[in-house]
């Protein structure tokens, strides 16, 4: 099957994931336009979020498939395939978000702040040092980036067409989140002798946050959430300031 599942050496993959970056950096910027374009069109808007959240399920049962049916390479494992690493839990929270909005759920920010700061966290530093561990053929390595890319894709129209924004209880939300998430992952990770979240092991990638080995790295890593949390912070405190001088 291997022919079928497109198997490509690393240097290719790498190929493959740069050029799906370009792609989709284009189509998040078409968003950022369709979203501020559409923000007060509700029929547009709910259309559009609908499609969203429908490619993303799409995106993840394809995901699925492939790792089953398509990949004879692949080894699908307990150990690696819960739906359990931070992008993953970004993933569904900004799936969460724009189903909340086609109900103007209460709630929704807390799923937004969360969401916003583990994807511009996690699944941008996934597509700038993308690990390609079990990483083989096409499918792999769109799978991956639709992963990531999606989470940022879900937030960019949420902050355009519905106008969310991060703030900073967002930070200490997040915060807390991620470090009640880590004892419950930690337990799981005990007993299935897993990596999720990579609690035990860091990823294998050239990452400038990663420092140090097991447990310091944890706690590097801990001391600059805040200092992340405050540059993600940026943008809109200065969309606050422009709104307040206009």
């Given at each position: 099957m291997k022919e079928f599942s497109l198997l490509l050496s690393n240097q290719e993959l790498y190929s493959v994931h740069n050029t799906i970056t370009y792609v989709l950096l284009f189509i998040w910027i078409a968003v950022c336009f369709i979203g501020y374009r559409f923000n007060n069109h509700n029929i547009y808007?709910?259309?559009?979020?609908i499609f969203l959240i429908f490619f993303s399920f799409l995106?993840?049962?394809?995901?699925?498939?492939?790792?089953?049916?398509?990949?004879?390479?692949?080894?699908?494992?307990?150990?690696?395939?819960?739906?359990?690493?931070?992008?993953?839990?970004?993933?569904?929270?900004?799936?969460?978000?724009?189903?909340?909005?086609?109900?103007?759920t209460k709630h929704k920010q807390f799923y937004?702040?969360?969401?916003?700061?583990?994807?511009?966290?996690?699944?941008?530093?996934?597509?700038?040092?993308?690990?390609?561990?079990?990483?083989?053929t096409f499918y792999d390595i769109l799978t991956l980036h639709l992963q990531h890319s999606?989470?940022?894709?879900?937030?960019?129209?949420?902050i355009f067409a519905y106008n969310l924004r991060f703030n900073r209880r967002g930070i200490m939300q997040?915060?807390?989140?991620?470090?009640?998430?880590?004892?419950?992952?930690?337990?799981?990770?005990?007993?299935?002798?897993?990596?999720?979240?990579?609690?035990?092991?860091?990823?294998?990638v050239n990452n400038p946050f990663?420092?140090?080995?097991?447990?310091?790295?944890?706690?590097?890593?801990?001391?600059?959430?805040f200092i992340y949390g405050f540059i993600l912070l940026v943008p809109f405190l200065i969309i606050k300031y422009l709104n307040k001088n206009k």
């Open positions: 808007k709910k259309s559009i979020t995106q993840e049962i394809f995901d699925y498939c492939n790792r089953v049916l398509l990949n004879d390479l692949y080894i699908i494992d307990i150990q690696t395939d819960l739906p359990l690493q931070l992008c993953h839990i970004a993933y569904w929270f900004s799936v969460l978000c724009l189903f909340f909005e086609l109900y103007n937004f702040n969360c969401a916003y700061f583990l994807g511009f966290s996690g699944a941008l530093q996934g597509i700038i040092t993308v690990d390609l561990t079990g990483i083989y999606l989470i940022i894709l879900n937030l960019l129209w949420l997040a915060f807390l989140f991620t470090n009640c998430l880590i004892f419950f992952v930690g337990i799981i990770n005990y007993f299935l002798d897993s990596n999720y979240m990579f609690l035990c092991t860091p990823p294998d990663l420092i140090g080995k097991w447990p310091y790295y944890l706690l590097i890593l801990e001391l600059i959430f």
